[in-house]
């Protein structure tokens, strides 16, 4: 079982829908990133939270947006998606100063209709 | 521009031999290296990190490391079924991971 946990699994959403991705870590770790993952492609950085605050935003549309209630809890807000941003979302924990890597949840697999 | 090279694969390998996958990457002040294990639709796994120059072996895993060359590379040995998938390297040059694009490995039966 993953240490980071990861919910819902599955998710499909229509263009005009309001949802939110969760995810929980119980690990101690004081990093959490939200990653965008395409068939076939490496995962791609969306957002960094360090110590429960916001430390890097990779010019992601505002039609995302991220929130970090406490240090074990990360939301991802979804509106007004388009089909495009289909795919798979990764959340992942680490501590700060990430030199033992990540761990990473299961994901969501968002499918925008 | 902070990169990691990867080459795509699909690299075949026998069941039973060595696979060998090979990363490179662009900034020379990177400190920490891994090897993430990605199955088709699942998440990445973590399988090796190495900080220093030299090997690191953790079980049928080997990490090799050469900082004066810029160049991380991990060996299967005994390769089986199971090891298909695609495999991630990363560098973290500064305070975030950077990925490779990724080195599909398909062990052949």
């Known amino acids: 079982d993953t240490e980071v946990t990861q919910t819902p699994k599955h998710l499909v959403m229509g263009m005009t829908n309001k949802k939110s991705l969760k995810c929980e870590q119980h690990?101690?770790?004081?990093?959490m990133y939200w990653y965008k993952q395409k068939a076939k492609k490496p995962p791609e950085l969306m957002f960094v939270?360090?110590?429960?605050?916001?430390?890097i935003n990779e010019s992601v549309p505002s039609r995302f947006s991220p929130e970090c209630p406490n240090s074990s809890l990360l939301n991802l807000h979804l509106h007004a998606l388009q089909p495009e941003d289909s795919a798979l979302y990764l959340c992942?924990?680490?501590?700060?100063?990430?030199?033992?890597?990540?761990?990473f949840g299961s994901g969501t697999r968002l499918t925008v209709v | 521009q902070k990169e990691v090279e990867q080459n795509s694969g699909p690299l075949s390998v026998p069941e039973g031999a060595i696979a060998s996958l090979n990363c490179t990457y662009s900034?020379?002040?990177?400190?920490?290296f891994f090897w993430y294990r990605q199955y088709s639709g699942k998440s990445p796994e973590l399988i090796m990190f190495?900080?220093?120059?030299g090997d690191k072996e953790d079980g049928r895993f080997t990490a090799q490391l050469n900082k004066a060359s810029q160049y991380v590379s991990l060996l299967i040995r005994d390769s089986q079924p199971s090891d298909s998938a695609t495999y991630l390297c990363?560098?973290?040059?500064?305070?975030?991971?950077?990925f490779g694009k990724g080195t599909r490995l398909h062990i052949l039966p």
């Open positions: 992942a924990s680490s501590q700060v100063g990430p030199l033992e890597g990540y761990t």
């Open positions: 690990m101690g770790h004081r990093a």
């Open positions: 939270y360090s110590y429960e605050k916001l430390s």
């Open positions: 900034d020379r002040g990177s400190q920490s």
């Open positions: 190495i900080y220093s120059n």
């Open positions: 990363a560098v973290i040059p500064d305070d975030k991971i950077i």
